[in-house]
């Protein structure tokens, strides 16, 4: 069974710290780029940031650049988003997904990603 499972969500302060695991289960993640994607309370999904298949090319959200960082190790067959400087407009539940892809170099966060995590909340609060 093709699974992905996020981790490592919760409840942080502002100007705080999360990282964020995504593990794969059922397939290898080596053969997919991999997304972040995030939705708040009453908005629409919206796309974070991607990670080629090579792990060399990465792509990120205006209002999360310089703060997250994705990062892959295929040996764990895991993806990382590591969420520095929290801020509570990052509140939501995030999820990851997989975009089974030819390209080993590129990532966009508008590729068509077949396989999705459950989705873990993440809170910025006070």
């Known amino acids: 069974q093709l699974q992905l499972v996020e981790s490592g969500g919760g409840l942080v302060q502002p100007g705080g710290s999360l990282r964020l695991s995504c593990a794969a289960s059922g397939f290898t993640l080596d053969s997919c780029a991999i997304g972040w994607f995030r939705q708040a309370a009453g908005k629409e999904r919206e796309g974070v940031s991607c990670?080629?298949?090579?792990?060399?090319?990465?792509n990120y959200a205006d209002s999360v650049k310089g703060r997250f960082t994705i990062s892959r190790d295929n040996a764990k067959n895991t993806v990382y988003l590591q969420m520095n400087s929290l801020k509570p407009e990052d509140t939501a539940v995030y999820y990851c997904?997989?975009?089974?892809?030819?390209?080993?170099?590129?990532?966009?966060?508008?590729?068509?990603?077949?396989?999705w995590g459950q989705g873990i909340q993440v809170t910025v609060s006070s």
């Open positions: 990670i080629s298949r090579s792990g060399g090319n990465t």
């Open positions: 997904a997989a975009a089974p892809v030819t390209v080993q170099r590129m990532c966009a966060m508008t590729y068509r990603y077949d396989y």
